[in-house]
């Protein structure tokens, strides 16, 4: 019985990186051994389970951070967070707060006009709050608060969908929710100590000009095909041919390319930003691709070679991001080699 509670506690420490179980593995087993014995148990207890897999995961993610510069964690947090933020107030606005009501005509059910979280269409609208308080709490300095409410974000995230679920409420869309998840991780992850406020605002300024853009091509395209019709009906801006997260999903694509060519002359003299694009513009990209997927369209005709030229010019822009990356990995200043190693490091530009 001891062999097989000893070969439990070694698969919970498989959570650890390699180097730390190299190192503590045995000891810490002895000990986790010596506690059961003492307590009669045969089995790890809960709080040991939900303990070693915690602080194993924790440990996972500190040496992989150590292997990506400080200042590319907080170029892609900061990146994150603008976006999530503004996709979060644009998808409150259009989505929740301006759709009305069908009329009761022609047989209409009531239940079925799409308005099921008291005044808001859906339960994103106690989703989409979250990244807009994190940004501001970030804009006023606000670390720890901004980090507990994009936390926060995650775990509404999550909880959207057995709320959904067991109640009559619809939700956003899967995809979407996964965006939002992974944009508000990754901010939360990657939070510096003090948010550049000049960085965050100006990537708002173009999230926001992106969004804004969207909404309006959704709106003027919508009154083509649908004379008379009116945009703002319930779960048009979710799921409508011309809502906001489809036109989101027809201009993604060229702004993540317009996106990476201007990240590419910033990298210049701040390396780090190409990484920044690449990570947040393929979170955004999970919208397209995943509406495609849900609605299949494409045969082997304009929307496939349009489809197939994205993934080659995005898998170019990855290779930038790798190569952004190693610079800032091992930026040195070239002009004194005199300088000793410390030396480079102090005087390395963020």
Known sequence: ????????????????????????????????????????????????????????????????????????????????????????????????????????????????????????????????????????????????????????????????????????????????????????????????????????????ALFGLLLAGAAVYGVVYYRQPYPGAGWNLPLVAYRGPYGLLSAVGSIVPAVVVVGAAVATAASVRRPGWIVATFVVGGSWSVIPVAASIRYPRWGWGYDNYSILGFVFTFGLIALAAAVDLFRAADLRIVRNPGLSSAGREAAEPE
């Open 1 to 204: 019985m001891t062999a097989r509670l000893e070969a439990v506690y070694r698969r919970l420490l498989t959570c650890y990186p390699p180097r730390w179980r190299q190192e503590h593995e045995d000891e810490i087993v002895a000990t986790l051994l010596d506690v059961a014995d003492a307590g009669g148990r045969t089995r790890p207890s809960a709080g040991e389970v939900a303990n070693l897999v915690a602080h194993g995961l924790a440990a996972r993610l500190g040496a992989t951070r150590g292997l990506v510069p400080a200042v590319v964690w907080h170029r892609v947090a900061v990146l994150a967070l603008a976006s999530v933020a503004t996709l979060s107030l644009s998808l409150f606005i259009v989505a929740e707060v301006l759709p009305v009501p069908f009329s009761a005509v022609g047989g209409y059910v009531p239940d079925r006009s799409g308005l099921t979280f008291g005044p808001f269409v859906t339960l994103g609208a106690a989703l989409y709050p979250l990244p807009v308080l994190a940004f501001v709490a970030a804009a006023v300095g606000a670390r720890r608060t901004t980090r507990a409410l994009l936390g926060l974000t995650c775990l509404a995230v999550c909880a959207l969908l057995p709320a959904a679920a067991w109640s009559d409420a619809e939700r956003p869309m899967l995809y979407l929710l996964v965006t939002l998840g992974l944009l508000a991780g990754m901010a939360a992850v990657g939070m510096p100590p003090a948010v550049p406020r000049r960085d965050l605002f100006a990537a708002t």
